[in-house]
């Protein structure tokens, strides 16, 4: 059974850094790219940040770039993301997920989220 679980989320005061956790278990972890997604209340889910299998390669929304790093420890099974000069913007449910594809065939575990809020 796939699990992803995530940790670290909490409050934090605007400008400050926070970085969360994405522990996975029952899946070949190393075949998996993973993605952090947000949702903020009454908004889409956005994707935040991505990293590839191997961790050679990152990607960012624009809402993170410069402020956000995403990085994975495949010895550990987890991902992590590391959140600097935090907003409020930013106040939302950070989920992890675990994408893999080839060709047509695609598999997506969720996280059950972690609450990160930004208030002074």
């Known amino acids: 059974q796939v699990q992803l679980v995530e940790s670290g989320g909490g409050l934090v005061q605007p400008g400050g850094s926070l970085r969360i956790s994405c522990a996975a278990s029952?899946?070949?972890?190393?075949?998996?790219?993973m993605k952090w997604y947000r949702q903020a209340p009454g908004k889409e889910r956005e994707l935040v940040a991505t990293i590839t299998n191997t961790g050679g390669s990152t990607d960012y929304a624009d809402s993170g770039k410069g402020r956000f790093t995403i990085s994975r420890d495949n010895a550990k099974n987890t991902v992590y993301l590391q959140m600097n000069s935090l907003k409020p913007e930013d106040t939302a449910v950070y989920y992890c997920?675990?994408?893999?594809?080839?060709?047509?065939?695609?598999?997506?575990?969720w996280g059950q989220g972690t609450q990160v809020t930004v208030s002074s």
């Open positions: 029952g899946l070949i972890f190393n075949q998996y790219d």
């Open positions: 997920n675990a994408h893999w594809s080839r060709g047509w065939i695609e598999q997506n575990y």
